[in-house]
């Protein structure tokens, strides 16, 4: 006689790629494409329980998703300490999986990593077990990281140059209309503390010149005064550069998000300003962190469960920063509702994150949740239910899988130079630095 499945072992794995309505954003690569894709992660456990999770959902994410999810099977969902391994194993690190030295199309995370791929794969997978673990245990996420240290989790306002509608008017169009001057990203940011509540701004910088950026904040300043303001121009700048528009913003600015590319271009900019920097791009791995750290290169560091392998390493990501006083702030790619409530449990047992977190999910009009997660005053409550909180809408979720099938292949890959190419055939990802 064999013994009967452990009720927390995972008996199923269901993954859904599918593509979520984006509207226009410029960045310094190019423009969001019409659609994004992300994966959907529905975990069953042999108790009945399901477990949801998100991550993105690109060729080269599937292609790992699918034999970690196999190799998953039989595993309990508390087994959290072997994912890393079990990935690693499953996923290998081979070049293939890396792209040689290629920068992240559209990522703008730096260079892609086979690790970088793998740890985004298994975050959306540990998300997923420590859902299903919630639920089967009647205990929120939170609990399962140790308890929760605030009834709320503050995010800021992400603001983008932006066209009213995609080239082409091909995708779903919005009614937020062009923002592409000062005068238009401040009253996108009007709309954004009038419609949620948001109190700090963060401008996506790097499209346009660094004197119209610079306006850009200064008028923002003018418009909430005393307010938090980041500008993120995502490593498109030279030292030189750096240093000037730190110098012209250092009054108003709360950070510098990545204003040159490199540990090494940011130590010397760091060297020459007050500001502090923030990155999400020359750390975004553990082995990255010593050599910036050593060389004061970033003053911040962004945590992203899904670039970090998970909640419970951005706790220990957390822990690094805290012991070599550095600041901590969130990071957010386009997301759905299930990777903002993974964001928001995390959030709320991080003791060292004092900015805001950003979020993209006020772009997103679509959701595969039977209902949004509300941001009110600024602020996303961290819920007590079982697990992350949330619902999966079926009809939702298959509607948005429809529409990966029915793509050729040209939206499955994130490509924000391909889709920038529809509005200029010439446009090729910028070289850096831009300016
Ligand atoms: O803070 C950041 O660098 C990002 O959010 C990166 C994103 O890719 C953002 O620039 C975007 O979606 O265009
Ligand atoms: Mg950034």
Same mark, same amino acid.
């Given at each position: 006689?064999?013994?009967?499945?452990?009720?927390?072992?995972?008996?199923?794995?269901?993954?859904?790629?599918?593509?979520?309505?984006?509207?226009?954003?410029?960045?310094?690569?190019?423009?969001?494409?019409?659609?994004?894709?992300?994966?959907?992660?529905?975990?069953?456990?042999?108790?009945?329980?399901?477990?949801?999770?998100?991550?993105?959902?690109?060729?080269?994410?599937?292609?790992?998703?699918?034999?970690?999810?196999?190799?998953?099977?039989?595993?309990?969902?508390?087994?959290?300490?072997?994912?890393?391994?079990?990935?690693?194993?499953?996923?290998?690190? &081979?070049?293939?999986?890396?792209?040689?030295?290629?920068?992240?199309?559209?990522?703008?995370?730096?260079?892609?990593?086979?690790?970088?791929?793998?740890?985004?794969?298994? &975050?959306?997978?540990?998300?997923?077990?420590?859902?299903?673990?919630?639920?089967?245990?009647?205990?929120?996420?939170?609990?399962?990281?140790?308890?929760?240290?605030?009834?709320?989790?503050?995010?800021?306002?992400?603001?983008?140059?932006?066209?009213?509608?995609?080239?082409?008017?091909?995708?779903?169009?919005?009614?937020?209309?062009?923002?592409?001057?000062?005068?238009?990203?401040?009253?996108?940011?009007?709309?954004?503390?009038?419609?949620?509540?948001?109190?700090?701004?963060?401008?996506?910088?790097?499209?346009?010149?660094?004197?119209?950026?610079?306006?850009?904040?200064?008028?923002?300043?003018?418009?909430?005064?005393?307010?938090?303001?980041?500008?993120?121009?995502?490593?498109?700048?030279?030292?030189?550069?750096?240093?000037?528009?730190?110098?012209?913003?250092?009054?108003?600015?709360?950070?510098?998000?990545?204003?040159?590319?490199?540990?090494?271009?940011?130590?010397?900019?760091?060297?020459?300003?007050?500001?502090?920097?923030?990155?999400?791009?020359?750390?975004?791995?553990?082995?990255?962190?010593?050599?910036?750290?050593?060389?004061?290169?970033?003053?911040?560091?962004?945590?992203?469960?899904?670039?970090?392998?998970?909640?419970?390493?951005?706790?220990?990501?957390?822990?690094?920063?805290?012991?070599?006083?550095?600041?901590?702030?969130?990071?957010?790619?386009?997301?759905?509702?299930?990777?903002?409530?993974?964001?928001?449990?995390?959030?709320?047992?991080?003791?060292?994150?004092?900015?805001?977190?950003?979020?993209?999910?006020?772009?997103?009009?679509?959701?595969?949740?039977?209902?949004?997660?509300?941001?009110?005053?600024?602020?996303?409550?961290?819920?007590?239910?079982?697990?992350?909180?949330?619902?999966?809408?079926?009809?939702?979720?298959?509607?948005?899988?429809?529409?990966?099938?029915?793509?050729?292949?040209?939206?499955?890959?994130?490509?924000?130079?391909?889709?920038?190419?529809?509005?200029?055939?010439?446009?090729?990802?910028?070289?850096?630095?831009?300016?």
């Amino acid at each position: 006689m064999t013994d009967a499945p452990h009720p927390l072992a995972i008996a199923e794995i269901r993954l859904t790629p599918i593509l979520v309505a984006d509207p226009p954003l410029l960045n310094t690569q190019g423009v969001h494409q019409p659609y994004t894709p992300r994966l959907i992660i529905e975990l069953v456990t042999e108790g009945g329980v399901t477990g949801l999770g998100e991550t993105y959902g690109d060729t080269g994410y599937l292609d790992l998703a699918r034999p970690l999810a196999a190799a998953l099977i039989g595993r309990r969902v508390t087994d959290l300490n072997g994912l890393p391994a079990l990935a690693a194993e499953v996923c290998g690190d &081979s070049p293939d999986a890396t792209g040689g030295d290629a920068v992240h199309a559209g990522g703008l995370r730096g260079v892609r990593t086979a690790e970088k791929l793998r740890l985004s794969v298994l &975050s959306g997978f540990e998300v997923a077990c420590l859902d299903a673990w919630g639920r089967a245990a009647g205990l929120p996420v939170h609990a399962l990281l140790g308890g929760k240290l605030r009834d709320r989790v503050e995010y800021g306002a992400y603001l983008f140059h932006r066209w009213a509608e995609h080239p082409g008017g091909r995708g779903e169009r919005d009614d937020w209309g062009a923002a592409l001057d000062p005068a238009g990203v401040v009253a996108q940011a009007r709309r954004f503390a009038d419609t949620y509540g948001f109190t700090s701004f963060k401008l996506k910088g790097g499209v346009f010149e660094p004197a119209r950026e610079v306006a850009a904040i200064r008028a923002l300043a003018a418009a909430f005064p005393g307010r938090p303001l980041r500008l993120d121009p995502n490593g498109a700048w030279s030292t030189a550069t750096s240093l000037r528009v730190a110098d012209e913003l250092a009054d108003v600015l709360e950070y510098l998000e990545d204003p040159a590319g490199g540990t090494a271009r940011m130590a010397e900019v760091a060297a020459g300003t007050r500001v502090p920097l923030a990155t999400n791009m020359c750390v975004t791995t553990f082995d990255e962190i010593a050599e910036a750290f050593r060389r004061r290169a970033v003053q911040v560091v962004l945590c992203d469960h899904h670039y970090w392998g998970g909640l419970r390493a951005t706790r220990e990501l957390a822990a690094v920063c805290r012991t070599f006083g550095v600041g901590l702030s969130m990071h957010s790619n386009t997301h759905l509702g299930i990777s903002l409530a993974a964001m928001t449990q995390v959030a709320a047992t991080v003791p060292n994150l004092h900015h805001a977190c950003d979020t993209h999910y006020p772009w997103q009009a679509e959701d595969v949740l039977t209902e949004r997660i509300a941001i009110r005053d600024g602020q996303v409550d961290v819920g007590d239910a079982p697990g992350l909180g949330v619902t999966l809408d079926r009809d939702r979720l298959a509607a948005l899988h429809r529409r990966w099938l029915a793509d050729d292949g040209g939206l499955r890959d994130r490509d924000d130079a391909a889709a920038m190419r529809c509005a200029d055939p010439d446009w090729t990802v910028p070289a850096v630095p831009r300016w």
